[in-house]
């Protein structure tokens, strides 16, 4: 079956590229969008830079609110979740004997941002996520556990990287609101993936990337403040805004808005690559056929493979993880764009697609849908981990 969508993105002819939840991949369109702005910038870099730039941002910044239901004041443009979840982390004034709340499932990034706090004496807390997981309340149950009179932060994952899992953050940001203590979301592949209201769930940070399932290119986040934690957030580094003397507009927005010289032309194709996939399908619905998609994929493994669900469906966006058979020798230091299975499922049946370990010594396999999709590539990746000897025996 043709797949009308996929002629729009310039991904290796002849390879399943199933991977899109890592990186993301950007259509031509945006691609020379972001082209254009290039040439803009080159053809005369102080007028771009001095007098152009400010505005083109608070355009994206418009077109993104609009989209995550956000103020465009309270966002904060940024190349990646990564350094907005480093951002926030930084920023933080706390007190040794503090704590800071995240899961088992956070992204090793994230883990490694805490570690800046950690050597200030904060004591970071792993709640206990079982995966397989029955349900949204084995999220809850050990996150609410793990508060204690000194927590003063929970860092949760929107949906999980290893795992796919969409986890319960309107409830967990309620809760915790209730109970004083601030929340940083790590939606790292929600924009696009799923409906957002950044106003609505009241989180006091929440940071998503937009280069993945926004599909703008390379570099291109963003990092939402709420009005009344402003104030306590600075930039990784420090540009001209800490001293400006404009009335104009927050310190937030001048100290943030631009700090030095790099392109800023992924962040500027913002508009254009909300305008371009949601000219291609509406965006709920777009969003909906890539749920069903992954669905659909996730399913058809499982038979592949003889394994029951590791979640409920209603837990998934566009990601899925499968179980796999235990691993046998250790996985080694390249990581998960390396395992072994991974290498041979590439170089045997060219199809791309991550597999890891999580927890040691289980393995799972990740699956992503994104409008270049199709059912078909699904039904070979399970064909093809048979051939592996990835299924479980009868």
């Known amino acids: 079956m043709v797949n009308e969508f996929a002629k729009y993105w310039d991904l290796e002819p002849g390879l399943d590229f199933l991977n899109h939840g890592s990186y993301g991949a950007c259509p031509r369109p945006v691609l020379e969008a972001q082209a254009e702005l290039r040439a803009r910038l080159e053809r005369q870099p102080l007028q771009f830079f001095s007098r152009d730039l400010e505005p083109l941002l608070d355009e994206a910044r418009a077109a993104l609110g609009a989209f995550v239901g956000a103020d465009p004041d309270d966002l904060v443009l940024v190349p990646n979740a990564t350094t907005g979840v480093n951002t926030v982390l930084r920023s933080l004034v706390l007190e040794p ?102 106003r609505a769930l009241g989180a006091a940070y929440y940071t998503g990337n937009c280069h993945k399932w926004l599909c703008t290119p390379k570099g291109s986040a963003f990092l939402h403040v709420r009005r009344d934690r402003q104030d306590r957030i600075r930039p990784i580094a420090h540009g001209h805004g800490l001293n400006s003397r404009r009335t104009d507009r927050s310190a937030f927005r001048l100290q943030h808005d631009w700090i030095a010289t790099d392109d800023p032309t992924a962040l500027l194709c913002i508009p254009a690559a909300l305008k371009f996939l949601g000219s291609l399908l509406p965006w709920p619905q777009l969003m909906a056929r890539n749920h069903h998609l992954v669905v659909t994929g996730r399913r058809l493994l499982l038979e592949a493979l003889r394994v029951p669900s590791p979640a409920p469906e209603f837990m998934l966006g566009s990601l899925a993880a499968v179980p796999l058979p235990d691993a046998e020798v250790q996985v080694p230091p390249e990581g998960i764009f390396w395992h072994p299975l991974q290498k041979q499922l590439l170089l045997r049946h060219r199809i791309e697609v991550p597999v890891m370990s999580f927890p040691a010594p289980r393995q799972l396999v990740r699956i992503a849908a994104q409008l270049y999709n199709s059912e078909e590539q699904f039904q070979r990746l399970g064909a093809a981990l048979r051939a592996e000897g990835a299924s479980n025996p009868t």
Not at 139 to 161: F, G, Q
Not at 166 to 193: K, Q, S, Y
């Open 97 to 198: 004997g503090d704590e800071i709340v995240t899961t088992d499932h956070v992204y090793n990034s994230c883990r490694n941002a805490l570690r800046w706090q950690e050597e200030r004496g904060v004591k970071v807390l792993y709640a206990r996520v079982p995966w397989p997981i029955a349900g949204p309340w084995q999220v809850i149950e050990p996150v609410l556990a793990a508060l204690t009179e000194r927590t003063r932060l929970l860092l949760i994952d929107h949906v999980t990287s290893p795992t796919g899992l969409v986890f319960p953050v309107g409830d967990l940001v309620r809760r915790l609101n209730e109970r004083g203590i601030d929340t940083l979301v790590d939606g790292a592949h929600a924009p696009g993936m799923l409906p957002l209201d950044l």
